[in-house]
């Protein structure tokens, strides 16, 4: 498999929510039999002004792992790439490759913690930019520090995360 690419921020793109609605369109006609709870822009381009790495992450509820790996073959057709990244809380893909990413899909048992969880974050950055704004500047300073490790980028932002999650 390519090598990752490395963690770079684009500023905030009108165009994020549409090329999310176009791929939700695809997702549903070809896995939507399978999807639980909906299909969903998550992450730093769901939320409106937030800088991100320009790569749309979306989250489909589905029942549960095991009946979900059904959709791996239509997934494949629409040219997404299984990963076996957190295999007990997710089926994770990314298109068109690792090397160069413009979409990442979690699939996700609709009723776990981790999809609630994806869920209420970005609600929480959506509904207050202050809170945004320090997501940001964490961020910025992530992706200057680990702008080749991604994994530590994503580690990195936890203890963020967690804080906002238990606030509510």
Do not use: N
Not at 25 to 52: C, D, M, Q, R, Y
Not at 97 to 111: I, K
Request: net charge negative; glycine share 6%; with cysteine.
């Amino acid at each position: 498999m390519p090598a990752d690419e490395q963690i770079r921020l684009a500023p905030a793109d009108p165009s994020w929510p549409a090329r999310f609605e176009e791929e939700r369109e695809a997702l549903e006609e070809a896995i939507g039999e399978w999807v639980e709870g909906g299909i969903h822009h998550v992450g730093s381009t769901a939320v409106p002004g937030l800088e991100a790495k320009p790569i749309i992450d979306i989250l489909a509820g589905v029942r549960d792992l095991e009946s979900a790996r059904a959709c791996f073959g239509p997934l494949a057709r629409l040219g997404y790439l299984y990963a076996p990244y957190l295999p007990d809380e997710m089926h994770w893909f990314c298109k068109p490759d690792p090397a160069r990413r413009t979409h990442h899909l979690h699939l996700v048992p609709a009723g776990s913690p981790r999809y609630r969880d994806e869920l209420s974050f970005r609600d929480r950055l959506r509904a207050d930019p202050k809170l945004a704004a320090e997501y940001a500047v964490l961020k910025r300073d992530l992706a200057e520090r680990h702008h080749e490790d991604r994994e530590a980028y994503t580690e990195a932002k936890g203890a963020f995360i967690r804080a906002v999650l238990v606030r509510h």
